[in-house]
Each structure stands twice: as C-alpha cells, then as structure tokens.
T-cell receptor
Framework: GAVVSQHPSRVICKSGTSVKIECRSL??????MFWYRQFPKQSLMLMAT?????????EQGVEKDKFLINHASLTLSTLTVTSAHPEDSSFYIC????????????FGPGTRLTVT | DAKTTQPTSMDCAEGRAANLPCNHS???????VYWYRQIHSQGPQYIIH???NNETNEMASLIITEDRKSSTLILPHATLRDTAVYYC?????????FGKGTSLLVTP
C-alpha cells in the first residue's frame, strides 16, 4: 500500500522557537495532504487541507499565521509551528490521498512535539 | 457531514469475532461510511469503506443496514494486535472528521 512518512518522529523545542515537520508520500504523488493534531486521550482534529501549488485551507479556529503549511511538490508538505508555546505540544499527523483513489487516506506515523 | 455515534469501549476475546457498531442516522445519500483504526501513538490506518452494499476485504467486513442509518465493522478473528481505537466516519468530501471512536481491547 501507499506509504507516508513524517520527519522528525519526535521533537523537543524551547518556547518561542519554530519547528518544521515534513510529510512525504514515498511511492505516490499526492495532490492533497491533510494535517491533523491529536492531544492526549483525544481524537484527531483536522487542522488544514494542503493542496499542491496553492494555499492551504485551514479549519475554523486554527491560526494560519502560526501553523504555516507549504505543499510545494506532489510528494512533500511541511507544517511549521511558529513561535511555539507549551500548549502547542501535541501529536501532529499528516495524511495523503491517492489521486486515483479518493476513498482511502494514508496516514504518516505522526510527530510528537514537546515545547518546553 | 453526518455525525456518528459509537460505544466508548468494547472487549473481545482473542480468536472471536469483534463486532463494532456505529450509528449514523443523519447520513445523506452521497456520503460514504469509512472505518479507520489507530493503534496507540501511531497514525490511523484505513480499514474499509462502503456506500450501500456490504463490503469485505482482507482486514474486515462492513455491514450497512438497508436504511443506511447504522453499520457494523466485523473483525472475524480478532487478535491481540487488533487492540486499537476504531473510528467510524461518514463523509462526502475529502477531509475526514474523526469522532471519539471505540476503544477495542482484545484479551487473551
């Protein structure tokens, strides 16, 4: 099946700094990628939809200036958490759809962000 | 997208069938039913999806009632590795909105 990778798997950063998370589709081209956030013992919350070559669409309540999403190629989307704060500590997960199979989404393994 | 209701948790003995119910009484005609699962601290995994007909693949079976207001995911022979949170999602667009899901515990 299709494989989606994320890097890094874990990151610890200091409050006020920025951190970039990469999401790659390894064996297919993804015109659309999604970014989710999951707090402990909670469900996944969709943050934004990322379309290759265009601006991301953010869900209500997600600050687009804080969570910068770039989808510059068909295999790479990045999420940059700017000026991170402890409350941004969470599990960030990306996913991608195969263009030919709109019904299946493939998820990355997730990135655990801890802001100290 | 229609809202779904699932039990918070379920137990199943290893080797037995696990039947996970989902209510989606407000589902509309063009909305699909999807099932994903998430093993602890991993990304979700696609299991199966359906529109009207029952579906089966190598992982599971999906039974959708005739009125489409509910469905059941069946894991025919549950193993310990099937312990996970199972999400039933109804959507017609491209984004998945995850609810709370059912935490399935498979016991020896």
């Amino acid at each position: 099946g299709a494989v989606v990778s994320q890097h890094p798997s874990r990151v610890i950063c200091k409050s006020g700094t920025s951190v970039k998370i990469e999401c790659r589709s390894l064996d297919f081209q993804a015109t659309t990628m999604f970014w989710y956030r999951q707090f402990p013992k909670q469900s996944l919350m969709l943050m934004a939809t990322s379309n290759e070559g265009s601006k991301a669409t953010y869900e209500q309540g997600v600050e687009k200036d804080k969570f910068l999403i770039n989808h510059a190629s068909l295999t790479l989307s990045t999420l940059t958490v700017t000026s991170a704060h402890p409350e941004d500590s969470s599990f960030y997960i990306c996913s991608a759809r195969l263009p030919s199979l709109r019904y299946e989404q493939y998820f990355g393994p997730g990135t655990r962000l801890t802001v100290t | 997208d229609a809202k779904t209701t699932q039990p918070t948790s379920m137990d199943c003995a290893e080797g037995r069938a696990a039947n996970l119910p989902c209510n989606h009484s407000t589902i509309s005609g063009n909305e699909y039913v999807y099932w994903y699962r998430q093993i602890h601290s991993q990304g979700p995994q696609y299991i199966i999806h359906g529109l009207k007909n029952n579906e089966t693949n190598e992982m599971a079976s999906l039974i959708i009632t005739e009125d489409r207001k509910s469905s059941t995911l069946i894991l025919p022979h549950a193993t310990l590795r099937d312990t996970a949170v199972y999400y039933c999602i109804v959507e017609s667009g491209y984004a998945l909105n995850f609810g709370k899901g059912t935490s399935l515990l498979v016991t020896p």
